[in-house]
């Protein structure tokens, strides 16, 4: 924690990650890139941050990704920003977090 006689050490946010020993300030701790998350707080390494799945997406230093919202989806991985979540067309649905949307049953619309 970049304080002098500090009785502890500050971990890096979750989506952040740094290998450097000795660091004195969080802006040694770099963000996972978009696309990607994590939630471990202390990281040490870029590795850490996975991909986020399809239906879902995230900006830079992500704890966690973001749902596509119900009646959109992705089939993307990695996504960078909600506008990768595409409206399912007339006849299908999706829940969020979508990878595809589902086609109405019979009898339904």
């Known amino acids: 924690n ?3 006689g500090a009785t502890t050490c500050s971990d ?9 020993t000795g660091a004195t300030s969080e802006a040694t701790c770099s ?4 696309g990607k ?9 870029a590795f850490i941050c996975s991909e986020c799945d ?11 990704c973001s749902d ?3 009646g959109k989806y992705s089939g993307a991985t990695g ?4 506008v990768t979540c595409s ?8 829940g969020a977090a979508a990878a595809a949307c589902s086609e109405c049953s019979a009898g339904k619309y």
């Open 37 to 45: 998350h994590s939630g471990i707080s202390g990281a040490i390494s």
């Open 31 to 34: 963000e996972c890139i978009a």
């Open 12 to 20: 890096c946010d979750a989506g952040k990650y740094s290998g450097a």
């Open 79 to 82: 996504a960078t920003s909600e």
């Open 68 to 70: 596509c919202i119900a």
């Open 54 to 64: 399809a239906g879902k997406y995230s900006g830079a230093a992500a704890a966690a």
């Open 87 to 94: 409206h399912c067309n007339a006849g299908k649905y999706s």
């Open 2 to 4: 970049g304080a002098t």
